[in-house]
Every structure is written in structure tokens, then in C-alpha cells.
């Protein structure tokens, strides 16, 4: 577990104090995502020996398939900002599929271009400011690399459970969305915004 080089922030304090105290249920509260993950990572085109980031990566429930589909000649680095959510994939067992950084996502350890792909997973309605985040993350990808936002329930049934509702200016929705993106250096390719599920693949941009 590699130790984060920077200073906090108060958005980094506000994301911690939410996910620190979920993080040891967090597997159990989701316990039938397992397929839903798996068939979202199928879609970002991964092949044998690439590397990929999962950002946000919380417990690493993604890593397991993320390793199937890169194989053990590719790489799979993992990156959340909470210590807690690291710790639990640890304990998770998720080592055993990926290298796990205590690193935020908006200033990555990472060399420019050095990665094929990114993963993540409920990881932008949670960045504030989050074309900053998607920026670095651009930077990371080498160009025409691919980028996953997904998350295992729709946008609207997520509202429900959070007990919000579903406002027009989430940046989840397509023409935000697609706006946001092309303003950080990746081009909107598909969008399934369905009711049991959300994900937007993009490509980084050449
Ligand atoms: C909704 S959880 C999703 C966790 C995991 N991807 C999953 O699907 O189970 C969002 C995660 O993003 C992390 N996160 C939020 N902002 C972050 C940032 N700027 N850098 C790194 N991780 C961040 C949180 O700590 C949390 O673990």
C-alpha cells in the first residue's frame, strides 16, 4: 500500500468521513454486484497484458475480474482515497488480484500515458469539482485508452435509496455527461443509463 504524497484537503476530509464509517459493511450491503461488475468490465475492452487503474476502487470489488480480463502478465493498480476502504481490501483479499495505492484520483502517482484503461466505479458523483478528477485521470490513459464509469443500480432507483431526487443537473446525465468528458480530454462512445444499471465508456482523446 503505497502512502499519499500530498497534503489533505477538505473535500478529501468530507469524502473519508462518509466512506470510512461504511466501509467494513460494504461488501455485505452489496453482496449480489459480483455479476453486474463483471459484465461491465467485459465491456471496456480489455485485453491480455494491459494495465488499468480502478478508481475509487473502495473494498476492490472490481479487482477480481479486472485481473481475469488483463491476465497475469497485465497490471492492475487500484487507487481510494478513504484508509478504511483500503483496509477492507486488504482483509478482502483483493491483493491477490491488484497492487492497492492510498492515492487520490485528482493527483495520481502514475507516469502520463501509462495506462490502457480506467475503471470506475461510483466514483464521479463523489468527486466535487469532478472535471479536475477526470483530467488526471486523462492524463494517466494513453491516448485512445478507455475510460469505465459504471454503477451497479440506474441512475434513478440510486436516487430513490439515497432518498434524493434525480436532478437534471447530475453530471451523470448523457448531455452532461458528454459535455463534461469532452472538456477533460475523453470523447463520450456509449451510455447505458438504463434502470438496472449505469455505464458511460469513453475514449481518451488522441
Ligand atoms: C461509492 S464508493 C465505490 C467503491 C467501489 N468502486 C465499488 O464500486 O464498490 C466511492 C469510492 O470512491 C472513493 N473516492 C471518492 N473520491 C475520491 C478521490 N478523489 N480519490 C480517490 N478515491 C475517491 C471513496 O473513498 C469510495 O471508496
Excluded at 485485453?47 to 477480481?64: I, K, Q, Y
Excluded at 461510483?122 to 488526471?136: I, N, T
Amino acid at each position: 500500500m503505497e502512502p499519499m504524497p500530498h497534503e489533505t484537503s477538505d473535500e478529501t476530509a468530507r469524502v473519508r468521513e462518509f466512506f470510512s464509517v461504511r466501509a467494513a459493511r460494504w461488501d455485505a450491503r452489496f453482496p449480489d454486484d459480483g455479476p453486474a461488475y463483471e459484465a461491465a468490465v467485459g465491456e471496456l475492452g480489455l485485453r491480455e497484458g494491459d494495465s488499468v487503474l480502478d478508481a475509487g476502487c473502495g473494498t476492490g470489488r472490481a479487482l477480481p475480474p479486472l485481473r481475469a480480463a488483463v491476465g497475469r502478465r497485465g497490471t492492475v493498480l487500484a487507487a481510494d482515497v478513504t484508509p478504511e476502504m483500503i483496509a477492507e481490501a486488504v482483509r478482502a483479499g483483493r491483493l491477490a488480484s491488484g497492487r492497492l495505492l492510498l492515492a487520490d484520483v485528482r493527483r495520481l502517482p502514475l507516469r502520463t500515458a501509462s495506462l490502457d484503461a480506467v475503471f470506475a466505479a461510483g466514483l464521479v458523483s463523489h468527486l466535487g469539482g469532478p472535471e479536475a478528477g477526470l483530467r488526471e485521470l486523462a492524463r494517466v490513459v494513453r491516448p485512445g485508452g478507455a475510460l469505465a464509469l459504471f454503477h451497479p443500480v440506474g441512475r434513478a432507483a440510486l436516487a430513490e435509496r439515497q432518498g434524493r431526487v434525480l436532478s437534471p443537473d447530475d453530471v451523470r446525465a448523457g448531455p452532461n455527461l458528454r459535455t463534461l468528458l469532452a472538456g477533460s480530454g475523453w470523447r463520450l462512445t456509449s451510455l447505458d443509463d438504463g434502470e438496472d444499471r449505469y455505464l458511460a465508456l469513453a475514449a481518451r482523446a488522441e
